[in-house]
């Protein structure tokens, strides 16, 4: 299989950055994409809702379903997957994209914002994937795919903001024990993650502006790299930990200055790698 189409994605956190990108190019594929997400109304300093996103992917040659939900909440999360199952038929990929980030260490890290990082990245994650489970068993080639990096237990990783990175890796050890759990069922599950500094929200405005911008790759990327996981064999392609340029060249890309914001800069190497 190379191709997504029909497909019914069901995303959390599309409506921007990496999540909204894999979106757009499952759409140009004519997958269904259910776009999962809090923004119905536009943010002041966030670009996109859930309906933008519909429409650009509507735009891009798929179908998209406008999902509001906060995935710290089982109803909404239940009532999205449904909605989104009686939409298209059922639910053959779940992308659990959506993140909360705070890269402080523990003292300068507040309660409510480790209860945020954990709601949304530990909790949202494994509540999305336990819900969508039911509808993926009854697909033909099913997928779950968390963006979340590789596990690595130096302290390095840890050290100057351990509520995020334990956020992060419980995402990633979602990944280490589902795919093993439900292997034999031909369920994958795999975890994607990227080289180098991606231009998204965090970065304009978490992690150094418009200047880390020029050193960072498109969004692009990751859905790229994405788009070559979903349609290999789920049941020949389980307990992976990706990372986006290494897939890629060994599909065969070579040329990743198509990627690039501003060609030529040096790149931004991302966080955990």
């Known amino acids: 299989m190379s191709t997504l189409k029909g497909k019914t994605l069901f995303i959390t956190g599309a409506s921007r950055g990496i999540g909204l990108a894999i979106a757009l190019r499952a759409a140009q594929d004519g997958a269904n994409v259910s776009v999962v997400a809090k923004t119905v109304d536009p943010h002041p300093r966030l670009p996109g809702t859930i309906h933008t996103a519909v429409s650009e992917i509507e735009k891009a040659g798929g179908r998209g379903l406008a999902c509001a939900a906060d995935i710290r909440f089982e109803d909404q999360v239940q009532a999205a997957a449904a909605k989104t199952a009686e939409t298209f038929g059922g639910i053959d990929i779940c992308i659990n994209n959506a993140s909360a980030i705070q890269l402080t260490g523990t003292l300068e890290t507040e309660i409510k914002r480790f209860d945020l990082m954990f709601g949304v990245n530990v909790r949202g994650t494994y509540l999305t994937s336990r819900v969508c489970l039911p509808y993926l068993l009854k697909a033909s080639n099913p997928h779950i795919l968390n963006i979340s990096p590789p596990l690595n237990m ?94 890629l060249r060994s599909e065969g890309v070579q040329d990743f200055g198509q990627y690039a914001v501003s060609p030529g800069a040096d790149l931004m190497q991302d966080f955990f790698l």
């Open 154 to 247: 130096q302290a390095k990783w840890f050290s100057g903001n351990v509520a995020y990175t334990m956020a992060k890796y419980g995402m990633s050890m979602c990944v280490l024990g589902m795919a093993e759990e439900f292997r034999s069922r031909k369920v994958a599950v795999n975890a994607l993650w990227p080289r180098t500094g991606i231009d998204t929200a965090a970065v304009q405005n978490l992690l150094g502006g418009v200047e880390a911008v020029k050193h960072c790759r498109k969004p692009e990327i990751v859905a790229d790299a994405a788009h070559a996981i979903l349609v290999r064999p789920s049941g020949e392609c389980t307990g992976n930990f990706f990372v986006d340029e290494d897939l």
